[in-house]
């Protein structure tokens, strides 16, 4: 998901500068540069880029020859990961995003990358304040989600309640699908702008009950209501913004293809 994308760069940037740790700044680093969750968004309402994080490393630690293997996070990041996964639990998440990862480091607040963070001029109740905004208007989106995952079971008759469809024929086509959903479980979400969200979810299905199928479903504020779109294809337009729609593939390992498809 996309914190551990975040978390990913944070190794790469630290092996890069020859630091044999990774340590708070690397992590902020990672979830500004990642580009796509909460907390790179919020950074950047907070003009805050990941050139600016990497310019304050160097001038606070230093650069050294490149390096090949970290030796382990420093017990200040360890104790960020662990407030990020208690974060994520307490606001009834089953997965770390990368904005529990930037409360985990607001918390930690005497580690470098707060220092860095007020070194640049950052508001850090501001900054707190518009995650969670953005944490709580995200739960109505999972809400409807759940709605549709939740009716999917009983059939695609009473999912099609909760769903968008540009047109008739595509919810006729839905609806008279066989599939019925076993299983699901949200590993991660992405605002993609303020009325859209992205949701990769893992589904089992009678079609395939043995194994899990990864797809991309979205979340849209449509005329006002929320609605659950099953396709990247099928997000309106007036939604789009910022949406990459053919970046996502419609394999079995790796989809954004309907879940009742004929």
């Not at 007020?118 to 900054?127: A, G, R, T």
Request: hydrophobic fraction near 35%; aromatic fraction near 10%.
């Amino acid at each position: 998901n996309r914190a551990n994308k975040a978390i990913e760069i944070a190794n790469d940037i630290a092996l890069e500068l020859g630091h044999s740790y990774i340590g708070t700044e690397h992590i902020l680093y990672g979830l500004a540069k990642e580009g796509n969750g909460i907390a790179s968004k919020v950074l950047e309402n907070q003009n805050v880029t990941a050139d600016d994080i990497l310019n304050k490393i160097e001038e606070l630690i230093g650069r050294d020859e490149p390096i090949e293997n970290i030796v382990d996070f420093t017990p200040r990041t360890k104790r960020v990961v662990e407030s990020a996964f208690i974060e994520a639990r307490k606001l009834g998440y089953n997965f770390i995003g990368t904005e529990h990862l930037l409360i985990g480091i607001l918390r930690e607040g005497d580690c470098v990358a707060a220092k860095i963070l007020l070194d640049l001029n950052v508001n850090i109740p501001k900054l707190y304040n518009e995650i969670i905004k953005v944490i709580n208007e995200g739960e109505d989106y999972q809400q409807q989600l759940e709605l549709y995952l939740e009716a999917a079971k009983e059939s695609p008759q009473k999912s099609s309640e909760y769903a968008y469809f540009p047109n008739d024929d595509l919810r006729l086509a839905h609806e008279q699908s066989n599939m019925r959903l076993i299983s699901y479980e949200i590993e991660s979400s992405t605002k993609i702008n303020d009325k859209l969200y992205e949701y990769n979810v893992l589904i089992k299905t009678d079609f395939a009950p043995e194994e899990y199928t990864r797809v991309y479903y979205f979340v849209g504020n449509i005329d006002g209501e929320l609605k659950f779109i099953v396709n990247a294809s099928f997000v309106p337009d007036e939604l789009s913004d910022g949406l990459d729609a053919g970046a996502y593939s419609y394999g079995e390992e790796d989809s954004s293809s309907v879940i009742f498809e004929n």
